[in-house]
């Protein structure tokens, strides 16, 4: 049995499949044949074109030392997820046309292209989910130029990106046709300037959205106003902020949703009722909160109560000032 035999047996064992376009352009692929001699020549360990026929590739990629197949992709070179950070290697932004960025740089280390993940154009890209899961880079992740105003999924988009393994700098991301936002900042302590821009993140979408997860276990927002938000939640959305150092503002509308404030410090209500408090005064504490504001932020916690939660926890007793 010839390999391309064996490679359309495989056929029905596919994984799932991101979408990446490779530009035809007048620099460095003028056809579809150079597209596929380029990718047999420089990436032939992963991923490989076994046939070429009126501008259609027959390209099949390599997972787990096994071939699977992807027949007939016309304009696209379909390639699973993580691979991504392989053809920036080889290529320039420009070069990418990136109709999906679902698991993108998922669990990737991306030192080396974090300067062209910044050029990027993602003016077009509706789901990016898991985007950034887990991911690690010895220089910052600058994407204060992404245009995100036709995204329309960012669940876990950051999730579990962790402090001193990688860095954002954000732009005021335009969130505004977004429709699902679940986990999206989740355990998300990685340094960033999150807080200064997430008033921006939904303050022209209408659309109705449950936050469940979203800020959950973020140390990198306390102080910000959200009160300009539009969105409107539905009648169940919880552990938005839980464990969470948010102690800003919300709009009335979402404010009536008492449960999107469990276990998060808040000066929106008195009357709130705090679940997870030892994570939240953790997270407090690590992010440079005196002890004497965070008693006075959550409700019927003293600072001998903190003071125990923070030696339990080895962090240390901070210096207790205004």
């Not at 505004?176 to 936002?181: L, T």
């Not at 959950?216 to 959305?237: F, H, M, R, V």
């Not at 808040?266 to 005196?290: F, M, P, Q």
Request: neutral net charge; aromatic residues 12%; proline residues 2%.
């Amino acid at each position: 049995m010839s390999r391309f035999n064996r490679l359309e047996q495989d056929r029905q064992t596919r994984l799932p499949y991101i979408i990446i376009a490779i530009k035809l352009n007048e620099g460095k692929f003028r056809t579809y044949k150079q597209i596929a001699n380029f990718i047999n020549n420089e990436l032939n360990e992963f991923i490989t074109v076994y046939q070429i026929s009126k501008n259609i590739l027959n390209v099949a990629v390599k997972e787990n030392n096994r071939w699977i197949t992807k027949p007939k992709c016309t304009s696209v070179i379909d390639v699973t997820y993580g691979y991504y950070d392989f053809l920036l290697k080889y290529l320039q932004p420009e070069d990418l046309v990136i109709t999906s960025m679902r698991d993108a740089f998922r669990s990737r280390n991306l030192s080396e292209i974090a300067y062209k993940i910044s050029k990027l154009d993602v003016s077009n890209v509706k789901d990016f989910e898991s985007c950034f899961h887990d991911c690690q880079s010895s220089n910052i992740i600058d994407l204060s130029n992404w245009d995100m105003s036709n995204a329309q999924i960012v669940n876990d988009m950051f999730d579990y990106c962790r402090y001193r393994n990688i860095s954002f700098k954000f732009g005021k991301f335009n969130w505004k046709n977004v429709i699902h936002a679940a986990y999206t900042f989740q355990n998300f302590t990685a340094e960033s300037n999150l807080n200064e821009v997430a008033p921006y993140l939904f303050a022209e979408n209408t659309n109705e959205i449950s936050l469940s997860g979203l800020f959950e276990g973020c140390s990198q927002i306390y102080d910000a106003n959200l009160s300009n938000w539009k969105i409107t939640l539905p009648q169940y959305s919880s552990t938005t902020f839980a464990g969470s150092t948010f102690f800003g503002k919300l709009p009335e509308e979402i404010i009536k949703h008492k449960n999107i404030l469990n276990g998060c410090v808040s000066n929106v209500t008195d009357s709130i009722y705090i679940s997870g408090v030892n994570e939240v005064i953790v997270n407090c504490i690590k992010n440079g909160i005196s002890l004497e504001i965070i008693s006075k932020l959550i409700s019927n916690v003293t600072l001998d109560d903190i003071r125990k939660v923070a030696s339990k926890f080895a962090l240390g007793i901070m210096k207790e000032s205004t």
